[in-house]
């Protein structure tokens, strides 16, 4: 199955569940009056909402590349996750205004034993569902899926909380307890819209993800021929689960067009290896005369001076400038 059909099939499974959470935990509410379960119900509205976004987002951002979007549509998924997590802020504030109020209109509760047993229900099938979704997110490189999964695991430990304050309710018969335990679990589904914004807004800023600065640096490193002699302005980007790649290659001057390309076939295989998506630009330098003493090309018959200046290939220099001003002749 491709990522697209994976991540289509997740989504509308998610949407599938997210209904028939709904359906129990606003059950639950209407049974008990409890203002945590209420908590809990608003929150899988927000599932919904997300998941349909989702799946729009995933139609769009697997649509390739066309004259009006030369690097595709992949950022979509960013938007995608902001929206999520503005759904989660609006739906926290509301947990709060609902609770609040309830300790001026009166708190009335009922068959909280009910309650618990659905609520349990629904929290161990979205502890399920979070995990899987977050998998296959991971698996498809979906930002929106690995966010809707971190969201349903948030509603699985909302959950859990709500369980937790009716079985205290149910022992202290301190009613006061339900909109207190409704408020904490407004505070925490706070802080998770406000992650999956941080997320979106770095994914549209193009934020480098150092995990794979630090993978393709690797790889690089590992890959280097001996007259590789220099590699700089190493840049990438992330656009849903294509990554954007370009750098520039120092090589010997006399190399041919076909000897420069295989550099590139080369180079490019061993990156996608582990960047399987990877869109990757090697823009070749041409060395000059100061750069002998750099070069490890044994056979060279032009060389000027012997090689005799090791420098290390590490993250900083390969995303930095060249190791030697380029010549002013030579530009």
């Known amino acids: 199955m491709n990522s697209y059909s994976l991540k289509k099939r997740a989504a509308f499974i998610s949407l599938a569940i997210g209904l028939l959470m709904f359906a129990g935990k606003l059950s639950a509410y209407f049974i008990t009056g409890s203002s945590a379960i209420f908590s809990d119900a608003l929150e899988s509205i927000v599932h919904i909402f997300a998941t349909g976004i989702a799946l729009f987002s995933v139609y769009i951002s697997s649509k390739p590349a066309d004259e009006t979007h030369f690097y595709g549509h992949g950022n979509i998924e960013y938007f995608s996750a902001g929206i999520e997590g503005l759904l989660i802020l609006i739906a926290s504030l509301t947990i709060t205004y609902e609770s ?27 502890l399920i569902l979070g995990i899987y979704l977050i998998r296959i997110g991971k698996e498809t490189n979906s930002l ?49 819209g406000f992650k999956l914004i941080r997320e979106s807004i770095a994914g549209l800023m193009n934020e480098t993800d150092k995990k794979i600065l630090d993978s393709i640096v690797k790889i690089l490193i590992n890959s280097r021929r001996n007259y590789w002699i220099d590699i700089h302005q190493l840049r990438f980007w992330k656009s849903a689960n294509k990554i954007f790649l370009d750098f520039h290659l120092i090589l010997p001057f006399y190399f041919t067009v076909k000897q420069s390309h295989q550099e590139e076939e080369y180079i490019t295989n061993k990156l996608k290896e582990v960047l399987s998506d990877a869109e990757i630009k090697i823009h070749f330098d041409y060395c000059w005369n100061d750069l002998c003493n750099l070069c490890k090309t044994e056979s060279c018959q032009f060389r000027e001076a012997s090689y005799s200046n090791e420098f290390v290939w590490n993250k900083e220099k390969l995303v930095g400038k060249t190791i030697l001003p380029f010549p002013e002749k030579l530009k």
């Open 100 to 126: 609040v109020s309830a300790f001026f209109t009166g708190i009335h509760l009922n068959q909280l034993d009910i309650g618990i047993v659905i609520i349990t229900s629904a929290g161990l099938i979205n």
């Open 144 to 192: 929106i899926l690995i966010a809707d999964g971190k969201h349903i695991l948030t509603d699985s430990i909302t959950s859990l909380g709500v369980i937790l304050g009716l079985f205290f309710i149910m022992i202290t018969g301190i009613k006061e307890i339900d909109p207190i335990f409704a408020i904490l679990i407004a505070l925490n589904i706070l802080f998770t």
